[in-house]
């Protein structure tokens, strides 16, 4: 086919990453967010101009933290554009401005999801880019991260927590992950039976992609010079108070000039590769959990119900880094937040201890404790 020609390589780029990862199917409609950023506005560009080869329905979303004198013009400005490319337009604006960066990120991925329930959207797309990838790997690295964190930014991921129903069962939630936050918000706002059966079903359907991964930041300023598009600056990338802010406009081009110019590229796809590590270990785990989680009297069923019983043995067999990964993957299931390393290596030091050892409490209460040739974890013994 021919390609208009306003058809760039980066429209090729796209083109050719959605062919081959098939994260974004044709003819669905999908939510965009978009903050008026350099990044995301050279996405709602490129899938606007995809748009007839993939026959996607377009909406844009755009999140007013209240975080910036100028937030709701900037809310404005992307009206602006979405009423000129005739496109539908939601806007969501925060009650409470947000405290930190990561409360705010938070807000914004429950905001979006309360957009897409409400419009019937399956899929909401963000502008992460390479760029991004790459900072949060070294952020990541910097405040100690195993594998799992150093390749946090992911192609695609359910948005609703389906670890959620179960977590709550005996401990209850704080919702420290933003998965969590978001399920345990719909849980307080949606008490009726109609509502909760509407989330349950489209628990399984909503989708965060993030279809840039492979382009860096550098690109996009480009490609939105190149477009003429209108970027809304935003003052909080430049304050270097954010370690984010720090690790984009201090290190980043200290590694570039000093070190590898590519290496946003090197980083980005260092994560790439420790992504399908992470998944294979991953699975392997959730085998060895399953295998050395056994029925105990009065709980017959093997799941993730207080107490749980696990065979040592089996557990000795396996590697430690498979050991570790199933331990956390229990404590993920019957812990109230997200484990800490230190909650992991205690129960991962059961594996091997001698009988009668016993933990102290982890969050939320539970203990866990050797009896040969078992561990068993529970509220109180
Ligand atoms: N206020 C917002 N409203 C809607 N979507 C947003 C908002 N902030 C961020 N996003 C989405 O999340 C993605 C990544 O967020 P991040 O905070 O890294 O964005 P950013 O630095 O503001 O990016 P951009 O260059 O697109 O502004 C953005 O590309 C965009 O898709």
């Not at 992460?128 to 799992?148: F, K, P, Q």
């Not at 992609?209 to 190149?226: K, N, Y």
């Not at 959990?289 to 065979?311: E, T």
Request: neutral net charge.
């Amino acid at each position: 086919m021919a390609e208009s020609s306003n058809w760039t390589h980066l429209h090729a780029q796209l083109h050719r990453t959605l062919l081959q990862r098939q994260i974004l199917p044709s003819n669905q409609p999908l939510l965009v967010a978009v903050s008026g950023g350099q990044d995301s506005l050279c996405l709602i560009k490129l899938l606007l101009d995809l748009q007839s080869k993939w026959g996607w329905n377009l909406g844009i979303a755009h999140c007013d933290h209240r975080w910036r004198s100028d937030s709701e013009a900037s809310a404005n400005h992307v009206e602006q554009l979405a009423q000129n490319w005739g496109i539908s337009y939601y806007l969501e604006t925060s009650s409470d401005i947000p405290k930190t960066e990561a409360a705010a990120r938070l807000w914004r991925y429950q905001a979006l999801t309360e957009i897409a329930i409400a419009h019937n959207y399956p899929y909401i797309v963000t502008g992460h880019t390479a760029s991004d990838r790459a900072e949060t790997l070294l952020y990541n690295l910097i405040r100690g991260s195993g594998a799992d964190g150093l390749s946090a930014l992911t192609w695609t991921r359910p948005l609703l927590d389906f670890r959620l129903p179960i977590a709550d069962f005996r401990l209850g939630n704080s919702g420290e992950n933003p998965n969590s936050q978001i399920s345990a918000d719909f849980r307080l706002e949606n008490q009726d039976e109609n509502s909760q059966s509407k989330i349950q079903n489209l628990k399984s359907q909503i989708y965060l992609v993030r279809p840039l991964l492979e382009i860096t930041r550098s690109q996009t300023g480009q490609f939105c010079q190149d477009q003429k598009l209108p970027i809304w600056e935003d003052s909080t990338n430049q304050d270097l108070q954010y370690t984010r802010n720090r690790i984009r406009s201090e290190l980043l081009p200290y590694l570039e000039t000093h070190f590898n110019p590519k290496a946003q590229q090197a980083l980005a796809q260092t994560a790439e590769l420790l992504r399908a590590d992470v998944e294979y270990l991953e699975l392997a785990a959730s085998d060895l959990r399953q295998r050395a989680m056994s029925p105990i009297a009065d709980n017959p069923q093997v799941n993730f119900q207080l107490p749980v019983k696990l065979n040592r043995p089996i557990l000795r067999e396996a590697p430690l880094a498979l050991q570790r990964r199933a331990m956390r993957q229990l404590l993920q299931q019957i812990l109230p937040s997200a484990p800490s390393f230190e909650s992991v290596e205690k129960l991962t030091s059961l594996i091997v201890a001698p009988n009668r050892s016993q933990t102290d409490p982890f969050p939320g209460g539970a203990i866990g404790r050797v009896e040969h040739p078992s561990i068993i974890l529970d509220i109180k013994f």
